[in-house]
């Protein structure tokens, strides 16, 4: 079993939809919580930042940590085209740098 | 504007050969690492470094090396022993108060022929 799991897709959805993206993972000590996006061959930028539980808005874009549940959600709301990317989920324990990545979920946004 | 740059953007090799992927930050970050992407998966860690001098390997490391005699700069080397090196290559950076934070440069794609 991988430490996070995370459906590939693709998530197809029309614009204006609320999406749903969600990872859910095994390891409780971890802390910090992440959501990336990546364009299609661009390199990951860093969407949301959480630590520990609870939620975190920021535009349209909302992080939700369930701690308890070891689930995390980034929700999307009025989607659009140009929200069409992979999102990558990653978390670390904290201090040692290292992150533990999902495989990323595909996202399409349809006009 | 302060980030990181990698280069080439795209790269082909002939099988054997050795090849060397640039990163370069100017973030001012004391952390750098390298990881693969393959179509479809997520990102797996090569090498990391958190300090000049001083790294670490990650997950899928045989057949790379990297240095880091500059904190600026942390090139990988692709070479001959890696069988299956066709991927996408990315460099991160991260620093300051947030350590788990990682920033990216935009890729290199190799290509072996």
């Known amino acids: 079993q991988k430490e996070v799991e995370q459906d590939p897709g693709p998530l197809s959805v029309p614009e204006g939809a609320i999406v749903s993206l969600n990872c859910t993972y095994s390891n409780s000590a971890f802390q910090y919580f992440m959501w990336y996006r990546q364009y299609s061959r661009k390199g990951p930028e860093l969407l949301m930042y959480t630590y520990s539980s609870g939620n975190k808005e920021d535009g349209r874009f909302t992080a939700q940590v369930d701690k308890s549940s070891k689930y995390i959600s980034l929700f999307i709301r009025d989607s659009q085209p140009s929200d069409s990317a992979t999102y990558l989920c990653a978390m670390s324990v904290g201090n040692n740098y290292q992150l533990i990545w999902g495989a990323g979920t595909k996202l399409i946004i349809k006009p | 504007d302060g980030g990181i740059t990698q280069s080439p953007k795209y790269l082909f090799r002939k099988e054997g050969q050795n090849v060397t992927l640039s990163c370069e930050q100017n973030l001012n970050h004391d952390a750098m690492y390298w990881y693969r992407q393959d179509p479809g998966q997520g990102l797996r860690l090569i090498y990391y470094s958190q300090i000049v001098n001083d790294f670490q390997k990650g997950d899928i490391a045989e057949g790379y090396s990297v240095s880091r005699e500059k904190k600026e700069s942390f090139p990988l080397t692709v070479t001959s022993a890696q069988k299956n090196p066709t991927a996408f290559y990315l460099c991160?950076?991260?620093?300051?108060?947030?350590?788990?934070?990682?920033?990216f440069g935009p890729g290199t794609r190799l290509t072996v022929l």
């Open positions: 991160a950076s991260s620093g300051g108060l947030a350590q788990d934070e990682q920033f």
